[in-house]
């Protein structure tokens, strides 16, 4: 609790500027642990979507939920909650006071004396107690009384996880960048590999009944087992296995009666997903 009687406002000065001190110090802290847990998860998730595919949906949208919740809890628990403790003048003078012995609780008394809890002290008595502890605090430097090195511990690791997004935003920015989009969204037409696809048509409009001809080719060559992955309406999935040819790869659906979406999968890697619209 801050104090307004005529005497304690000799020792708040300082008080109040290593509040300050313990309250930047917590919030520094609190933000590197929590940068420290965003890019790691984040990183996680990315290096699962490239080493791991294909993941079902619901896997993806798991990983999304569980890396917002470890992300908001870690912020609540390391910054938003140390924040909003109370932290009185009292409380700090009581915690100087274990600190340093020498101050031999003038601090507080002076203090609680303001707040009206001393009451049957004289005048004198408080007016030399509260001149002794304001010249007590008035050797406290802050910076020595509320260390950053707790904070700072998290630095490196920050540190560390900056770095590597920018190495791999550097030496592969589109790989990166789709796994990326993928990871925060997870309902994303994204493919994991679609750079190296070339799909013809792509996203096209027909009429109900006439053959659909859809063509695929792979940059690691014509040898290549190509799969087209239907998904229609309904949810439900359909894998065809694509003819070979010189070019690639094809398929000829003969009369689809329904829009689908689709994707071509060659083992682990997959295009982006195109849509089929019929009328």
């Known amino acids: 609790m801050d104090t307004t009687s005529p005497i304690a406002p000799r020792l708040v000065p300082v008080l109040q500027r290593i509040r300050r001190r313990i309250r930047r110090v917590h919030g520094v802290r609190g933000a590197l642990i929590t940068l420290v847990t965003a890019l790691a998860g984040l990183l996680v998730m990315v290096a699962v979507d490239h080493f791991a595919p294909p993941l079902p949906a619901i896997i ?10 470890a992300v ?37 008394t002076v203090l609680e004396v303001g707040t009206g809890s001393g009451h ?15 010249a007590s605090l008035g050797r406290l430097n802050p910076q020595d009384e509320v260390s950053a090195r707790r904070a700072l511990r998290w630095l490196a690791p920050a540190l560390a996880s900056l770095m590597v997004w920018v190495v791999l935003l550097a030496m592969w920015p589109a790989v990166t960048t789709r796994h990326l989009v993928r990871v925060l969204a997870p309902a994303s037409a994204l ?6 696809f070339h799909v013809l048509p792509g996203s096209l409009e027909g009429f109900e009944g006439e053959p659909i001809k859809i063509s695929a080719r792979h ?8 799969e087209l992955v239907m998904y229609a309406a309904d949810g439900s999935t359909t894998v065809l296995p694509m ?3 010189e070019d690639g790869a094809a398929l000829t659906l003969a009369k689809p009666v329904q829009g689908f979406d689709y994707e071509i999968r060659a083992g682990r890697e997959s295009s982006d997903r195109y849509k089929v619209v019929l009328w």
């Open 219 to 226: 940059t690691a060559g014509p040898a290549t087992p190509l």
């Open 72 to 108: 908001g809890g870690v912020a609540i628990a390391t910054l938003w909650l140390p924040m909003r403790r109370p932290l009185g003048l009292v409380r700090i003078a009581r915690w100087l006071e274990i600190n340093h012995p020498e101050l031999d609780e003038r601090v507080s």
């Open 60 to 69: 993806r949208w798991l990983c999304l939920l569980a890396w917002i919740v």
């Open 120 to 134: 049957g002290m004289s005048t004198q008595l408080v007016d030399a107690l509260a001149d002794e502890a304001a």
């Open 243 to 245: 003819e070979h040819n």
């Open 191 to 196: 493919g994991n590999a679609a750079g190296r």
